[in-house]
């Protein structure tokens, strides 16, 4: 079974800062993993996926992320923040070959400070 | 740019009401998916259809919810009735097909008092 596990249920960074969101999951198959965004009242944004191509990914925006099997891990980066950026991040996870059934995390809220 | 499309935005009912909700997929998606999503948690899966036929209903509590894509377009989510925990937002998915990205609409939410 999947499942996935956001660190941190509030982060706050000052706008320019490094953005680091972090993901941990559990797979009995190699994965497949998002990252998405949700404004507030409105649905999901896919930020990024990783489908067993490319470990480092880039995604919409200016983020980023990178698929660390030894550290089961799938953390979303930006080396900038800003004002726009704050909103809800949600990392999935599937089973290898399939982008359906997605198992999500229970989101970490972004707050960028002035 | 095609967009999922549900309505209505948001719906407020009284417990033991019936409530339904809408989701137009983008034209041409054979896949679809109601997730619930409560407030402070991420979107979980109630169910998925693939054309009109259901090929995942394991999380939908099936004594009060019910879900159709009859013509294998759109769909509809029904509750009846509704409960004070169904409180959350309802959100529709699409995408080509089962190994596919999935879009999402912008969601329905419920406030059951």
């Known amino acids: 079974a999947q499942s996935v596990t956001q660190l941190g249920s509030h982060v706050s960074v000052s706008e320019g800062a490094l953005v680091l969101l972090r993901c941990n999951y559990s797979?009995?198959?190699?994965?497949?993993l998002f990252w998405y965004v949700q404004y507030p009242n409105q649905g999901l944004q896919l930020l990024l996926k990783?489908?067993?191509?490319?470990?480092l990914v880039k995604g919409i925006n200016g983020f980023e992320a990178e698929f660390k099997k030894s550290e089961t891990s799938f953390h979303l980066t930006k080396p900038s923040a800003h004002m726009s950026d704050a909103a809800e991040y949600f990392c999935?996870?599937?089973?290898?070959?399939?982008?359906?059934?997605?198992?999500f995390g229970k989101g970490t809220k972004l707050s960028v400070k002035p | 740019e095609a967009e999922v499309a549900q309505s209505p935005r948001y719906k407020i009912t009284e417990k033991s009401q019936a409530v339904a909700f809408w989701c137009d997929p983008i034209?041409?998606?054979?896949?679809l998916y109601w997730y619930r999503q409560i407030l402070g948690q991420g979107p979980e899966l109630l169910v998925q259809?693939?054309?009109?036929?259901?090929?995942?209903d394991s999380q939908l509590p099936k004594d009060r919810f019910s879900a159709e894509r009859l013509k294998g377009v759109d769909s509809t989510l029904k509750i009846q009735p509704a409960e004070l925990g169904d409180s959350a937002m309802y959100l529709c998915?699409?995408?080509?097909?089962?190994?596919?990205?999935?879009?999402f609409g912008p969601g329905t939410r419920l406030t059951v008092l």
């Open positions: 998915a699409s995408s080509e097909g089962r190994l596919d990205t999935q879009y």
């Open positions: 797979s009995s198959v190699p994965p497949y």
């Open positions: 990783y489908t067993s191509a490319a470990t």
């Open positions: 999935a996870v599937s089973k290898g070959g399939s982008q359906g059934n997605l198992i």
């Open positions: 034209s041409g998606h054979a896949t």
């Open positions: 259809f693939q054309d009109e036929s259901v090929v995942d």
